[in-house]
């Protein structure tokens, strides 16, 4: 996700806030994989795009996710 998330930050999710189209999640995968993408609502899921062009936008069925929570708060500078 650089340049928004960039190595050494933190972020903190709210697990009690649902996710609203267009917000920055974190989303847990039942096949373990961990994410932090851009959720857009789709038939079925969600269509997960990242900030880096270079990162195909991914559709991930309501079945796939284990849990993905709003980011809500970004620690910049350490």
């Known amino acids: 996700m650089i340049p928004m998330f960039r190595p050494g930050r933190k972020v903190v999710v709210s697990p009690n806030l ?9 989303v847990q995968l039942l096949g373990g994989e961990r994410l932090v993408k851009i959720a857009r609502r789709a038939p079925g899921g969600w ?3 990242s900030i880096n062009p270079a990162y195909e936008p991914r559709f991930v069925k309501k079945a796939e996710i284990e849990l993905m929570h709003p980011i809500v708060w970004v620690r910049v500078r350490e």
Not at 18 to 26: E, L, R, S
């Open 18 to 26: 649902p996710v609203i189209n267009g917000d920055p999640v974190y």
């Open 47 to 49: 269509m997960l795009e």
